[in-house]
Nanobody, 122 residues
Framework: QVQLVESGGGLVQAGGSLTLSCVVS????????MGWFRQAPGKDREFVAA??????EHADSVKGRFTISKDNLRNTVYLQMTRVKPEDAGVYYC?????????????????WGQGTQVTVSS
């Protein structure tokens, strides 16, 4: 059974930093494409970043501020968030897919975590 467990969310001041973690079990982590998505109230789930052994990709809205990375020994994917803005607030979801290539749409992912809340104070 595949499980994704996010942690690290919380309250952060605008301009501050936060690092999210997602521990994955039940799949071949090194061969899986991983992604972070977020969803604000009343909005669709949107792509934030993706990573696989091929490389990584970030949404334009977070490029230069957020960085996705992964530790294959710890089966963990991270999202390092810096210079956080109020519009970055929302529930952040970790996702995994059975395929290796990078994907930026939610329907391309097979497994999802429960999400972790990020709140930004201005």
């Amino acid at each position: 059974q595949v499980q994704l467990v996010e942690s690290g969310g919380g309250l952060v001041q605008a301009g501050g930093s936060l690092t999210l973690s997602c521990v994955v079990s039940g799949l071949i982590f090194g061969g899986s494409g991983m992604g972070w998505f977020r969803q604000a109230p009343g909005k669709d789930r949107e792509f934030v970043a993706a990573i696989s052994w091929i490389g990584s990709e970030h949404a334009d809205s977070v490029k230069g501020r957020f960085t996705i990375s992964k530790d294959n020994l710890r089966n963990t994917v991270y999202l390092q968030m810096t210079r956080v803005k109020p519009e970055d607030a929302g529930v952040y979801y970790c996702a995994a897919r059975d395929l290796t290539n990078l994907a930026t749409t939610p329907d391309a992912y097979d497994y999802w975590g429960q999400g972790t809340q990020v709140t930004v104070s201005s």
